[in-house]
C-alpha cells in the first residue's frame, strides 16, 4: 500500500512538474532580447516646436525576428517654453505614434526634463520585407495658447531608448528578395557580407565576385560593407556571425560540399561522352555520337537520356535502341555493358532555319543504371554559324569529378547554379552559393543573381541560369517618366499654417545630366481658405530653389504644376526634392480645426527627364564616372599583380559595388587579368582599374610615363615631378597614390585609367580605401593617402577666362611664365624614355592663379585650389623624423 502510495504521489509530481513546463508560454521559453538608441541607430537630438510639428525615426527588423510583448520605448525629452516672467504655461499635448498607431499622449505644462515610457505593441511592428520598415512618429500638437506655443518646443534626445523582446523564427530564404536578408534598409543590426573563394582562385573567380559586388552595390547603394577570406586561411564555421557569399566550382571550394543544398552534388561513375561538329548552320542537319564505357567491375544495365532544346533544333533520328522519348528528349537503351565494354549510338537532327547566328545547339545526356541512379553527364555545344564546320568538338577529359542533380535529371555542366540556403553555422544567417563545373556557368551564375530579371527570373531557394542571350549592343532606354508612386511615396496630405517639408528621393544615372525640357510635374489640390492667409509651396532640388507658387482659387483642384529642373542642381546618384509650405501671415495661430488649411501632393506626380551625356572630362572628384556610365560596364577591365593579394582582391570588390552603385545597367561583365601584359591583351576601348605596387602590375609600369606623378623606373619610389622644390623621401617611406588619366592605350581618349597604387604594400591598401569610399576630398587627377588623410591635386593645364564678363589682366615680368601657357613637367631621361610616344597633354602641370576662375583643357569651368599639395610638407616632415629617429638610435647603439 505504501509504495503504491508513493508511486501515486511521484506521478502526480511528475505530473505538476510537467504542466508547470508545458504549461508556460512558448513565446517566454524562446524570449530574447534587444536593446539600442537612437544615436546608434544614427540619430542626432531632434528639436521640434510649436504650434504644431512632428518627427519621424525609422527602423527595419531583422528578417528572423518575431516581435513579442514586453517591448517598449524611453523616451528623453526636454520641454522649453520662452515666456516672460508671470505669464501662465499653455497645455501642450506631446502624441506618441508606431507605425501611424496613436500610442500615447502626454499633456505638457511646466518645462520639465523627462524620461517616458510607451509600451509597443507586436501587433504594430511590420514585417523586414515590407519596403516602408517601421515608423516611430513623435508628433508635438497646437496647445490651447497658440501664441505661447510658438515659443514651446521638445527636444528628443538621441539617447532615447528601443527595447524589443522578440524570438527567432525560421530565417525566409528566398532569392527573389536578393539581397535580403543579407542587407535590410533601416537595418537594426548592421549589415555585412563575407566572399568565401578558393584557395587556388583565378581570374574567372575574381571576375564572378566582381559582377556580384556590383550587383550589390546597386542594390544597396554601395551601403554594404564586404570582406573576402580564402576557404583555407579562415573557415566557413570561423565566421557565425556572418552572412557568406561562396564562389567557386565545387572540384576548387570544398565549403560547397559541406552545405546541404537544394542541388546536390554527385560523383561521377562509369564514362559518358559525346562528339559533334563545332558549327552548325541554320536549316543543316547535322549528326553526333554519344559513348559509355563501363569502367567498373561489375556488368552494368544502363540507359541514356539526352536533351537539347527545341527552340534551336528538332529530332530527325537515332540509331539502334534510340527513339525520341518527348519534345526535345532522347532515351537511348544502352542495354546491359560488361565490364570494359563501350558502345555508342548517332543522333540527326535539323537546325531550325530561323535561328539566330550568334545562337547554339547544345545538349546534355545524362547516364542511369537500371534503378534510376544517376551515373553521369556530359554536354557539348555547337554555335551556330553561316557555314557548317567539318571540325568536331568533343567532351573534355578533364572534367570535374562531381556534377550537380536537380530532380530526376543531371545539370548542365555549362549552367550555373545559385543556391541559398541558412547557414549551418548559424540560424540567423545565409549562405549563398554561385557556382558552375565550368568558367562559363560560374559567370552565368554570377550574372544570372539578379531580382531585377522577371521573366520569368529567380525565386525560391535555388536557379539554374542554362546560358546567357548575347549583350545587346543597344544601351538599356533609361527612365523618362517616374512617379512618386514609383518611387515608394503616396498621397501627402501638409498643413500649410505648419511650414512642412516633404522629402522626394530618386537616383540619378552617372555620366548623364538634365537636357532642355526636364522637369517635376507637381499634381496637387488645397483648400479654399489656403488663399486667405497668403499660402504657397517652395520646391528645392538638393536645396537649391527650384521654383515657388502661390495657392489661389486658380489651383485650387486637380492642378498640374511643371518645375523646370536646373542642371546645375542634379547629381549623379542621390538626389533630393523638397517640397515645402509657405505662408505669408506672421499670425500662424489662425483657427486650425481639423485642418482647413491642408495641401494634398498626390502620388502621380512625376519627375520627367530629358537626358543629355555629361561632359567627359575625367576627374577624381567625379568617380566612378565613367567607368559605370550607361552601357560602360562591360568594358571595365581591372587589372591585378600575377600574385593579387587577399587585400587587393577586397579592394577590387569594394570598387565594383561602387560601380554597381551609381550603374542603370541590367547586366555586369567585367574582365580580370592577373599580371597581364599590356602587349599581350586587348586595352583598346576599355576602362581600365589597376591596382598594386608598380614593380607588381605590369599595366601600372608600362604607362609609368603618363602618369601625373610617376614612379622611379623599376621602383615603388615616385619621382616627385608635382611643385618645384623636390623633397627628400626616405626609402619604405608608406605612401598611397589615386591617379586618373586617359588610357594610354586608347587612341580615341575616350577611356580612363585610375590607378591605386603606393610605395608600399600599406600604401597601396591606403589608395583603395581612399578610392573605394570616396569623399570631398577625392578630386582632381591625384590623391595621395595616408591611413584615412587625404590630400587631391590636379596636373593638368588651365586657362584664365573671363569672369563675370570682366577681363583678367596679368602682365608677367621677364622670369614669369604667362598664366595659361602650357607648362611641362620636368621628365627624368629615364621615365621619359619609356614614353612610346610624345606627352600628351595631360602631362603638363598646373599654374593656378587663386580667385580666378580656370576652364581646364576640355572647356570644364572650375574652382581653383592650392596647386602646392600639403603632403609633400608631410613628407618632408616624415623624412625629417625618420632621419633624427635613425641618429637617436645610432646615438644609443654607440653608447652600448
Known amino acids: 500500500m505504501k509504495r503504491a502510495y508513493s508511486i501515486a504521489i511521484g506521478f502526480t509530481v511528475y505530473l505538476l512538474l510537467l504542466f508547470l513546463v508545458l504549461g508556460r508560454p512558448v513565446a517566454a521559453q524562446f524570449a530574447s532580447e534587444y536593446e539600442t538608441t537612437l544615436e546608434a541607430m544614427g540619430y542626432e537630438d531632434v528639436t521640434i516646436s510649436g504650434p504644431k510639428s512632428n518627427t519621424y525615426f525609422y527602423l527595419s527588423l531583422p528578417a528572423d525576428w518575431e516581435i513579442l510583448d514586453g517591448s517598449y520605448l524611453v523616451l528623453y525629452l526636454d520641454y522649453q517654453v520662452l515666456l516672460s516672467e508671470g505669464a501662465a504655461y499653455p497645455s501642450a499635448p506631446l502624441d506618441v505614434y508606431f507605425n501611424n498607431q496613436l500610442l500615447y499622449t502626454e ?394 517639408k516633404k522629402e522626394y528621393l530618386f537616383d540619378f544615372p552617372a555620366g548623364m545630366t538634365l537636357g532642355e525640357g526636364s522637369h517635376l510635374a507637381l499634381h496637387f489640390a488645397h483648400g479654399a481658405i489656403v488663399s486667405t492667409v497668403g499660402g504657397g509651396i517652395k520646391v528645392t532640388l538638393n536645396d537649391v530653389p527650384v521654383d515657388s507658387v502661390y495657392l489661389d482659387g486658380s489651383n485650387l483642384s486637380d492642378a498640374w504644376l511643371h518645375i523646370p529642373l536646373s542642371r546645375m542642381a542634379i547629381r549623379s546618384g542621390l538626389n533630393r526634392i523638397n517640397i515645402q509650405t509657405t505662408v505669408d501671415v506672421v499670425d500662424r495661430c489662425i483657427v486650425n480645426v481639423n485642418n482647413p488649411y491642408w495641401l494634398e501632393i498626390y502620388a502621380d506626380s512625376f519627375l520627367h527627364f530629358e537626358y543629355q551625356p555629361a561632359r567627359t572630362t575625367f576627374d577624381l572628384s567625379r568617380f566612378p564616372y565613367p567607368f559605370n556610365g550607361p552601357g560602360e560596364m562591360d568594358n571595365v577591365l581591372f587589372a591585378l599583380p600575377g600574385d593579387p593579394s587577399l587585400m587587393e582582391i577586397e579592394g577590387l570588390l569594394r570598387i565594383a559595388s561602387l560601380l554597381g552603385s551609381g550603374s542603370e545597367d541590367k547586366e555586369f561583365i567585367f574582365r580580370v587579368t592577373f599580371g597581364g601584359d599590356p602587349a599581350s591583351i586587348s586595352l583598346s576601348g576599355s576602362h581600365i582599374v589597376a591596382i598594386g605596387l608598380p614593380t607588381l602590375n605590369p599595366l601600372i609600369h608600362g604607362a609609368n610615363a603618363y602618369l601625373p606623378q610617376p614612379f622611379v623606373p623599376d621602383s615603388d619610389d615616385i619621382y616627385q615631378s608635382i611643385d618645384g622644390p623636390v623633397y627628400g623621401i626616405p626609402p619604405g617611406t608608406g605612401l598611397g597614390l589615386v591617379e586618373e588619366l586617359v588610357s594610354p592605350w586608347d587612341s580615341e581618349e575616350k577611356h580612363a585609367l585610375v590607378a591605386a597604387t603606393g610605395t608600399t604594400e600599406e600604401g597601396v591598401h591606403w589608395a583603395l580605401s581612399a578610392l573605394s569610399e570616396p569623399a570631398d576630398e577625392l578630386r582632381g587627377n591625384v590623391v595621395l593617402a595616408r591611413g584615412d588623410k587625404v590630400y587631391s591635386t590636379d596636373t593638368r593645364p588651365v586657362v584664365v577666362e573671363e569672369v563675370f564678363s570682366m577681363t583678367v589682366s596679368l602682365t608677367p615680368t621677364p622670369a614669369e611664365t604667362p598664366v595659361g601657357a602650357a607648362v611641362e613637367t620636368p621628365i627624368p631621361p629615364e621615365v621619359s624614355g619609356q614614353l612610346p610616344q610624345t606627352p600628351t597633354s595631360h602631362q603638363i602641370s598646373e599654374q593656378a592663379v587663386p580667385g580666378i576662375l580656370l576652364t581646364r583643357e576640355h572647356g570644364e569651368s572650375v574652382s581653383v585650389y592650392s596647386s602646392r599639395p600639403k603632403w609633400l610638407f608631410l613628407l618632408l616632415m616624415v623624412g625629417v623624423l625618420t632621419v633624427v629617429g635613425s641618429i637617436v638610435l645610432a646615438v644609443r647603439k654607440a653608447r652600448l
Open 107 to 500: 499633456e505638457l505644462s511646466t518645462p520639465v526634463t523627462w524620461q517616458l515610457r510607451v509600451d509597443l505593441s507586436p501587433d504594430y511592428f511590420r514585417l523586414s520585407e515590407d519596403p516602408r520598415s517601421n515608423s516611430i512618429q513623435i508628433s508635438f500638437r497646437e496647445p490651447s495658447d497658440c501664441q505661447s506655443g510658438l515659443l514651446s518646443s521638445v527636444t528628443i534626445q538621441n539617447a532615447s531608448i528601443l527595447h524589443l523582446v522578440y524570438r527567432e523564427r525560421p530565417l525566409p530564404v528566398e532569392l527573389a528578395l536578393f539581397p535580403k536578408p543579407i542587407y535590410q534598409r533601416w537595418a537594426l543590426e548592421p549589415s555585412h557580407v563575407r566572399f568565401v573563394l578558393p584557395d587556388e582562385f583565378d581570374e574567372t573567380d575574381i571576375s564572378t565576385a566582381a559582377v556580384i559586388a556590383a550587383r550589390l552595390g546597386q542594390l544597396t547603394s554601395h551601403r554594404l560593407p564586404i570582406s573576402v577570406t580564402l576557404v583555407s586561411e579562415q573557415p566557413a564555421y570561423a565566421f557565425p556571425g556572418e552572412h557568406l557569399i561562396v564562389i567557386g566550382r565545387p572540384d576548387k571550394n570544398p565549403v560547397i560540399g559541406q552545405l546541404e543544398l537544394p542541388v546536390p552534388l554527385a560523383e561521377r561513375r562509369l564514362e559518358l561522352r559525346s562528339q559533334m561538329p563545332m558549327t552548325v548552320s541554320p536549316g543543316s542537319v547535322f549528326s553526333y555520337t554519344l559513348s559509355v564505357e563501363n569502367t567498373t567491375s561489375l556488368s552494368q544495365q544502363l540507359v541514356v537520356e539526352d536533351r537539347f532544346s527545341p527552340a534551336s533544333a528538332r529530332f530527325v533520328e537515332c540509331g539502334a535502341s534510340c527513339e525520341r522519348a518527348a519534345l526535345g528528349k532522347i532515351r537511348w537503351d544502352v542495354g546491359s555493358l560488361a565490364p570494359g565494354q563501350a558502345t555508342s549510338t548517332t543522333v540527326t537532327l535539323q537546325v531550325l532555319p530561323a535561328i539566330a547566328l550568334d545562337a547554339f545547339v547544345r545538349h546534355t545526356a545524362t547516364l542511369f543504371d537500371s534503378g534510376g541512379e544517376i551515373l553521369n553527364v556530359d554536354t557539348l555545344t555547337a554555335h551556330i554559324g553561316e557555314k557548317p564546320s567539318s571540325r568536331l568538338v568533343a567532351s573534355s577529359q578533364q572534367k570535374s569529378t562531381r556534377f550537380f542533380v536537380h530532380g530526376s535529371q543531371a545539370v548542365s555542366e555549362d549552367a550555373g547554379v545559385i543556391q541559398e540556403t541558412v547557414s549551418p553555422w548559424s540560424t540567423r544567417h545565409v549562405v549563398v552559393v554561385v557556382t558552375g563545373l565550368s568558367d562559363e556557368g560560374l559567370l552565368n551564375a554570377a550574372r544570372g543573381l539578379n531580382p531585377g530579371n522577371h521573366f520569368p527570373g529567380i525565386s525560391g531557394k535555388m536557379a539554374i541560369v542554362e546560358g546567357m542571350h548575347p549583350l545587346s549592343l543597344s544601351v538599356s532606354a533609361l527612365p523618362r517618366d517616374i512617379t512618386f508612386d514609383l518611387l515608394g511615396y503616396a498621397n501627402a496630405e501638409l498643413n500649410v499654417l505648419e511650414l512642412v
